[in-house]
């Protein structure tokens, strides 16, 4: 395995900014399985207000992120549908990036502190045994 793991993390990171920003547009208008279950018991238009009967939907209140920047798969204040959704995504994706990025960064492995100025885990102790085994020290 490589030992510089960039080509495959900017890879996956352009792969998940292609999904996020251009084919989560496509994606189902439709209410998802968790709403869907919600809509049980009611009549609902076609754009899936509820009209009549009686579901656990009708109790639900204002969210309180609901005015956040990123509320509904959507960038408050980008009037363009297909834009707000694409760059809703991107940030979120960006945003995941870096704290996953960073919580990594945080938990890496590294070696006594001292005697490792590569930063690698096993540092000048694992050459040096391997110098020793070697017979080249």
């Known amino acids: 395995m490589s030992k510089r793991p960039w080509p495959f993390l900017l890879g996956g990171l352009l792969v998940a900014l292609l999904l996020a920003g251009v084919v989560s547009n496509y994606a189902s208008p439709h209410p998802d399985g968790l709403d869907s279950s919600l809509l049980k018991g009611c009549t609902v238009n076609a754009d899936d207000e509820i009209t009549g009967g009686s579901c656990p939907a009708q109790q639900a209140g204002k969210h309180e992120l609901g005015d956040s920047p990123l509320a509904d798969y959507g960038v ?59 017979g080249t020290r």
């Open 76 to 134: 408050r204040g980008v009037t363009n549908g297909f834009l707000s959704t694409g760059l809703s995504g991107v940030i979120g994706v960006l945003l995941t990036f870096a704290l996953g990025g960073g919580l990594f960064w945080l938990a890496r492995r590294r070696g006594p502190s001292g005697d490792n100025p590569t930063g690698r885990a096993g540092g000048d102790s694992t050459r040096l045994a391997a110098e020793d085994a070697a």
